[in-house]
């Protein structure tokens, strides 16, 4: 019999590194995480990494043969298989993942950001499959993105295509600090933490009772102004909208770049279905180019938000070997 | 002896149609032009195209083959060699062009809007020869943009990639007018109109005594607003400053979108020099994000503004023929 070819995928986030082995189908047969933030050095990360993975993999049993490692990590470079700069991990300034992984493997190393792996994997097993080109939105702590531009994904000549959530989203100064050191991104606005934001601002502007200003203004979290917002309240519904606008407005934006067949939402905030996908869509229909009005689809994800991370990493390996 | 092999290069424009018998080097041996504007059907439009392009071919004599006809028009689509609802050309809806050129010859007729034949051009001709990722940017009545990304010109889904012209540059309401039908997009600010446009409302703010204000507003025009600038004109200066700005900022958009090399400037305003790529460079690198500073490259196009569009359409035949 012919064994199971299976490529493991690795979601490193600045809390978790979770990681999987899946098959060509998109099907997790096990999976595991250990802690990020434990490891000091990178060296010690992807050793403990290689351990656990091990483990991991005996529980499947034999008659699988690993194709290779995908690896979704914030700020991942595919050209250079490091990761630069990230804010949110352990290991600062340029970080030779791939280089580190080979001490321990020969087989291929795959490192792009998360968002950019998200993108494959709605390709290889989402709702893009037959798609050439569409764009996917994370929408989770931050906002991330990746183009896939004529059935390839956009690297650009850096590798670092696709970093939409630190686009400006006004000329004009704006007050709200991102982590990148600027103001006024579109992830200061577009985000679990920007949806938060707005609605803390609207209850300051608002004289409603509401029993969100009995909180601390740190207590306030994304998924308690869903809740809110499902069960009715009318500024949490104002925050989704307030929300939603901006993201169309930017989805225009993209349009006009890249003129997608489609644009996925994938996390958190794609969960919360119409209360941001209706405003996201009339928005973005309002500021399209009349060429593309009514041609671009707004979808969530076909990816399950949980597993879409390992999915998207284990997908690099196969449309890695397909090239 | 072997026949050259030479391009037909078409620039249609909707004042003027220019084209050239262009050879693999980028040299047009010949070049006629015809009044676009005098045919109301796209057929005789075509008819006369061929006679006038036979009568040029015939002044260079025996000894050349022709390898096919490219063509830049505005809203030309690659994907179906249409023209699709040009609001400056004389033909409305969508224009079978390749369909009615095939009328006439069997040879390759590939059709794309300027700014993409001019982003193919810079890459066969220009300062993009040897790189993968770039965008150039036409500077002219309006903004147009093609991108090159991986060694291709992007089309998108629907073949509009690259409007840029049409991307609003603020998500409140703005006044300025445009002729797409929306307000506030980049061209408006970003183009010779756009200049004029801000050096009019520059000079009815100011009390500074100027020549200006005794033309009537149509007669000024962005070529006076140039020669008045490089004369020092306080004023002149400032509305290049203020449309550089605005480039700037959009540009790191752009870079955010797709990490390119280099950024081509072609078309009237960029023959402004330091007028207009100062203020754009200085913006464009205070909106952009740490991990692209310093890298792209913001570059004057080596193609002559001239020939530009004729040599950038005449290079998608040699860009078909290679693919």
Not at 19 to 30: C, Q
Not at 234 to 245: E, R, V
Not at 300 to 317: D, E, H, M
């Amino acid at each position: 019999m012919l064994n199971k070819k299976l490529a493991i995928g690795i979601d490193i986030g600045g809390t978790n590194t979770v990681f999987g082995f899946v098959d060509r189908e998109g099907n997790i047969l096990v999976e595991d995480r250990l802690k990020t933030a434990s490891f000091q050095k990178i060296e010690d990360f992807v050793g403990a990494l290689f351990k656990i993975m091990a483990a991991t993999g005996s529980r499947i049993g034999k008659g699988f043969e690993i194709m290779g490692y995908g690896i979704g990590a914030p700020m991942g470079n595919i050209h250079k298989g490091t990761i630069e700069y990230s804010a949110s991990l352990p290991w600062k300034g340029i970080v030779p993942l791939a280089e580190v992984f080979h001490r321990h493997t020969e087989l291929p190393v795959i490192v792009t950001n998360d968002a950019n792996a998200s993108a494959v994997g709605e390709m290889i097993y989402g709702g893009a499959r037959g798609m050439r080109d569409f764009v996917v939105i994370t929408l989770g702590t931050g906002l991330g993105s990746g183009f896939v531009v004529d059935g390839k994904l956009m690297y650009g000549h850096d590798g670092f295509a696709g970093e939409l959530g630190h686009t400006p989203i006004r000329p004009e100064p704006s007050e709200r600090e991102c982590g990148c050191g600027k103001k006024g991104c579109l992830e200061t606005y577009v985000s679990a933490t920007g949806l938060t934001k707005t609605f803390i601002k609207i209850l300051a502007d608002s004289r409603q009772p509401s029993e969100f200003k009995k909180l601390s203004i740190d207590e306030i979290n994304a998924e308690m102004i869903f809740r809110a917002a499902k069960k009715g309240d009318k500024l949490a519904i104002k925050a989704f909208h307030i929300t939603g606008k901006i993201l169309g407005y930017k989805l225009a934006d993209v349009v006009s770049h890249t003129s997608p067949e489609a644009i996925f939402l994938l996390g958190g905030l794609a969960l919360a279905e119409e209360l941001i996908f209706k405003p996201a869509k009339e928005s973005m229909e309002e500021y399209l180019l009349s060429i593309y009005k009514g041609k671009v689809k707004l979808l969530p994800s076909k990816l399950n938000s949980k597993n879409a991370a390992v999915l998207g990493a284990s997908s690099l390996v196969w449309s890695d070997l397909k090239s």
